[in-house]
C-alpha cells in the first residue's frame, strides 16, 4: 500500500469511530447500529468496475465481458436474481447471456451444456442458477464442478475452493456472497484492515456461503469459528463475535441479546413471507432480528438491500477480471 492510500485509509478509520462515538453521545449512551447499504455500495464499485471496462474498451474495440447463466426449469424467483444478474451487466458495459433449459433434462445432457460454454471462447464467466428445477434427479455438485476453473465467477468449483482454503487468495476466484461481506466490512468501517485480529463468528457452514465466508476471513486475519445445527452455546459464541456473518436460513433467528455491543453484523438470510392479501408484495426478512439488534450493534446490514445487492456486484466484477485474464492474459491491475 503506498502512502497516498495509507494516508486515506487512516483518515476513513478515524472519520468512522469519530462518527460512531459522536453518535453514541447524542443519544445519551445508547447504541444505534450505523447502516450498511449494500444498496449503495454495490453501486460505487459497479461504477468501478464501469469505468475501468470502458477503458478497457477504448484501448481494445474487440474487448468484451460476457457472463453465460444456465437455467433449468422455471422458478419464479430464480427468473427474478437472473433477470437482476442480466440488468446489471448491461448497466456496466458487459453482457449476460441466459441459457434456459427445460426441466426434463439429464445429468449428462446439462454437463454438456456447460463443457459447449466451457469451449466458448466468447463466454467469460459461466454460473448455474440455483436451486434446479428439474424433474429428474441433478447432482449440482457434479454439475457446476464441470465449470473450468477460470470461468467459474461463482468461485464454487473444487480447485478454486480449494484454493481458497489454502489461502492462494491471488490464484482462485473468490465466491461472490463471502466476498461482498468482507468488501462491506471494509467499506462500512473505513479499514481495510479492519479484520485483521477480530473474532469473527460464522453462523451457518454451506458451501456457497458459511464456509468460504469463514475461510476468507481467516486468510484477512480475523480469528474465525464456525458454528452450526450442531453448536451448544450458540448465544454466548455469537456474543464473542466482534464481526458476526450469519447464513442460516431462518428469519429473526439471531436475537438482539446475541450481539457484542458494537459488533458488525453482516445477516445473508432471505427469508420470503407471502404477501396474505391480493396486490400486496411479499416480505423479505433476515436471520437477524434487525430492529432488536441494531439497538446493539456497531454496524449492521439491512434485509432486502445489504448483502444481495453486492453479490451481484462481486459477479460482475469477478466476470469483467476473467474476462482480462482469459482474452489479454493480464492477472495484475484487472
Known amino acids: 500500500m503506498n502512502l497516498q492510500k495509507l494516508l486515506i485509509t487512516t483518515v476513513n478509520a478515524i472519520a468512522c469511530k469519530t462518527a460512531r462515538k459522536l453518535a453514541f453521545e447524542l443519544r445519551g449512551g445508547r447504541m444505534v447500529a450505523q447502516l450498511i447499504s449494500g444498496t449503495e455500495i454495490s453501486k460505487q464499485l459497479l461504477s468501478e468496475v464501469a469505468e475501468k471496462l470502458k477503458k478497457r474498451k477504448e484501448s481494445n474495440s474487440s474487448f468484451r465481458a ?38 426434463t433434462l439429464t445429468q449428462a445432457e446439462l454437463e454438456e451444456e456447460i463443457e459447449k460454454l466451457n469451449a466458448d471462447d466468447d463466454v467469460d464467466g459461466i454460473i448455474v442458477q440455483l436451486p434446479l428445477d428439474c424433474k429428474n434427479h441433478i447432482d449440482a455438485d457434479a454439475v457446476i464442478d464441470k465449470i473450468h476453473p477460470l470461468k467459474d465467477v461463482d468461485g464454487l468449483t473444487r480447485e478454486n475452493a480449494g484454493r481458497l482454503m489454502r489461502g492462494e487468495l491471488r490464484r482462485t476466484i473468490i465466491p461472490c456472497t463471502p466476498n461482498g461481506c468482507l468488501y462491506l466490512v471494509q467499506k462500512a468501517t473505513g479499514d481495510h484492515d ?27 486475519h480475523g480469528t474465525t469459528t464456525i458454528c452450526h445445527s450442531k453448536t451448544k452455546d450458540l448465544k454466548e459464541q455469537c456474543l464473542r463475535a466482534d464481526i458476526l456473518i450469519v447464513a442460516i436460513g431462518k428469519k429473526h433467528f439471531v436475537k438482539g441479546d446475541w450481539i457484542k455491543p458494537g459488533a458488525v453484523v453482516i445477516d445473508c438470510g432471505i427469508n420470503v413471507e407471502p404477501a396474505t392479501e391480493p396486490g400486496k408484495r411479499n416480505k423479505l426478512y433476515g436471520d437477524v432480528d434487525f430492529e432488536a ?42
Open 194 to 220: 479492519y479484520v485483521n485480529g477480530k473474532s469473527v463468528v460464522v453462523l451457518g457452514r454451506s458451501k456457497i456461503v458459511g464456509a468460504p465466508a469463514a475461510a476468507l476471513f481467516m486468510w484477512h
Open 66 to 103: 460476457v457472463l453465460a447463466i444456465v437455467q433449468v426449469g422455471d422458478r419464479s424467483d430464480s427468473n427474478v436474481y437472473i433477470g437482476a444478474k442480466i440488468k446489471k451487466a448491461a448497466e456496466i458495459g458487459a453482457e449476460g447471456r441466459l441459457i434456459k433449459l427445460p426441466d
Open 293 to 334: 439488534a441494531k439497538e446493539v450493534a456497531g454496524y449492521i446490514t439491512p434485509v432486502p438491500g445489504g448483502v444481495g445487492p453486492m453479490t451481484v456486484a462481486m459477479l460482475i466484477k469477478n466476470t469483467y477480471e476473467q474476462a482480462v485474464r482469459r482474452r489479454l492474459h493480464e492477472t495484475n491491475g484487472v
